[in-house]
């Protein structure tokens, strides 16, 4: 099972550009599906990318065209970069090992998350 640790977050202004890692200790990491997701104040839990260990990713249509996702097996990290922030993209952010069902096409989040990190947008 992964142990995952989350960095980067802070506080950036409207248009501003973050970079999100996510540290991966503890098992096999090419092995895991990684996940990010976040979660604004009074929200549930949303998805926004997910990466496998061959490179294939994909990103919700809602930040599509703004936040990318890869990731550096060598490095055991996953990295989210978000650009032209908005206020709505407030929120902490949290990554998570995982798997794809549904023939591939859906992504599954495991138990193994980690302990998020805040970004806050001011306007």
């Known amino acids: 099972q992964l142990q995952l640790v989350e960095s980067g977050g802070g506080l950036v202004q409207d248009g501003g550009s973050l970079r999100l890692s996510c540290a991966a200790s503890?098992?096999?990491?090419?092995?895991?599906?990684i996940g990010w997701y976040r979660q604004a104040p009074g929200k549930s839990r949303e998805l926004l990318a997910h990466?496998?260990?061959?490179?294939?990713?994909d990103v919700t249509d809602s930040v599509k065209g703004r936040f990318t996702i890869s990731r550096d097996n060598s490095k055991r990290t996953v990295y989210l970069q978000m650009n032209n922030l908005k206020p709505e993209d407030t929120a902490v952010y949290y990554c998570?090992?995982?798997?794809?069902?549904?023939?591939?096409?859906?992504?599954?989040?495991?138990?193994?998350w980690g302990p998020g990190t805040r970004v806050t947008v001011s306007s």
């Open positions: 503890g098992s096999i990491f090419r092995l895991y599906v």
């Open positions: 998570n090992a995982g798997e794809l069902t549904g023939g591939g096409t859906r992504y599954s989040p495991g138990s193994s």
């Open positions: 990466i496998s260990g061959g490179g294939r990713l």
